[in-house]
């Protein structure tokens, strides 16, 4: 399982969750992998650690993403290490909840800077480093199209994700540099199950007609196959990676 296609991929929020079934998923596919991480070092190492046991070759970067001098150090750091960038995935983000009415500024601006000025930072870093027929996945979101109560400016959020994966797959014309976007649903992360009852898990698990929630690695197939040879006439396209549930 190492450098076997002499590609390298950074994901952004790469060390739990989605991002960490991501970024081990494309290890395994042969790329290096940069796991960007924000505050979690000792998930970030775990995993380095698991993908290079298991013959992958990855390191790990601390960067958060709304910052772009962090940004532009994080593909130095991938540059220094393995030559080059081939593969973006922007998985970091965050969701906090509440109806549009009752949220306050801090709830507005810190998913705005993480989820979308975040995606703006590397997307732009990304136009300007990525080699040619490289790849680019943003993380998106199934309530860019359901768009439940509670859910405005996440969603928000996500939708103007969207726009950008469009915007730049034009933009990038030229340099057979793909630009699509995975949109999952409901998916059993710590993230996700914390806080909630067995009944709404159990609520939510039933709402696609395949009748369960998503796994990370569920998603992480996904974006391998925007990632891989497979996927090199997909652009522009968002996948909503969900059951069926929208």
Known sequence: MSNASGKVAVVTGGSRGIGAAIAERLAGDG???VINYAGSAADAEALAGKIEKAGGQAITAQADVSDP????????MADAAFGGVDVLVNNAGIMRLA????ADDALFDSQIAINLKG??????????RLRNGGRIVNLSSSQAGLLSPTYGIYAAT????EALTHVMAKELR???ITVNAVAPGPTATKLFLDGKTEQLIDHLAK???LERLGQPTDVAAAVSFLAGPDGGWINGQILRANGGII
């Not at 996500?158 to 994700?161: G, N, R």
Request: proline share 3%.
């Open 31 to 33: 790329f290096a992998v």
């Open 69 to 76: 001098v962090a940004v532009a150090r994080m593909f130095e």
């Open 99 to 102: 109806a549009i009415a009752d």
């Open 119 to 128: 995606t703006f930072n590397t997307l732009r870093e990304a136009a300007r």
């Open 158 to 161: 996500k939708a103007a994700v």
């Open 174 to 176: 030229g340099r057979n």
């Open 207 to 209: 709402l696609a007609p």
